[in-house]
């Protein structure tokens, strides 16, 4: 076969896999559309460096570092998941992007996984998904141990959202789920110390009031999606997700399709919720 008819054939196939990949898409989108959708949906994007270093490995050498690499085009899936979860009708999504640990990575990663932020979050003020279906963002984590930059464009991303209901995307940035919970304990104790609230008065109720997810009309996750297949929760909404089903996927979070969303919710569907009983 000469390379005019090889590359014939690729082009062939590529459009028949773009058709299958279409039809099934269809087939799920048809198979969930009418059935219980999860309110809350939370996504620990994992697998960024991975695939980085997977499609550094292809390209011509000294093209991009790795994690360059990943990071921009998980930080790129993170607005079509954005696009896709408002047409399903999802009202809350909560992603899992950047961990009180992950400060410990090599500094040249950070200072870029922190500046990807910045520029996303310059982005989000004029994007019109964000106002037109009325979603309002907040930061869930210690965000003081963000740059100032970072923080100030958090407040203005926040401050131009503040008076949207309809939907709601929560992203965990210098996140930790016992920081989170020890964080709440600390207000707590206030309280009680200031004679603001009594301990026999602590309930869970109380607990949930304190924690980053407060301004939430639902906290907790009813759907708990990890990519790269990692399966565990990293400290991920601790408290939040008693309940919540979990999802593990084995795409890396760049890879992550509309196909692996609807075959989640698909998966949720088919779960009896017990809550304990």
Known sequence: MNAKRYLSHLARKAICNKLVYKIYEETLWNQVKDGDKPEHVGIILDGN???????????????????????????????????????????????????????????????????LLDERLESVKANKDIHENQVCIHALGRLNLLPEKTQQLIKEVEEATKNYDRHYLNIAVAYGGRAEMIDAMKKIAAEVKNDNLGVDDIDENVVENNLYTSHLPNSEPDLIIRTSGEER?????????????????????????????????????????????
């Not at 400290?235 to 996927?249: I, N, R």
């Not at 609807?262 to 998966?267: D, K, Q, S, Y």
Request: charged share 25%; with cysteine.
């Open 49 to 115: 460096r991975r695939w980085g270093v997977e499609q550094a490995a292809a390209a011509p050498k000294g093209l991009q570092m790795p994690f360059e690499i990943g990071h921009r085009a998980g930080a790129d899936k993170v607005e079509e998941l954005l696009r896709w979860c408002l047409s399903l009708g999802i009202r809350t999504i909560t992603i899992y992007s950047f961990s009180t640990e992950n400060f410990q990575r090599p500094k040249e990663e950070v200072e870029h996984i922190l500046a």
């Open 233 to 277: 929760l990293s400290g991920f909404l601790l408290w939040q997700a008693a309940y919540s089903e979990l999802c593990f996927v084995d795409v890396h979070w760049p890879d992550f399709r509309q196909i692996d969303l609807l075959r989640a919710v698909r998966t949720y569907q088919q779960r009896e919720r017990r809550f304990g009983a």
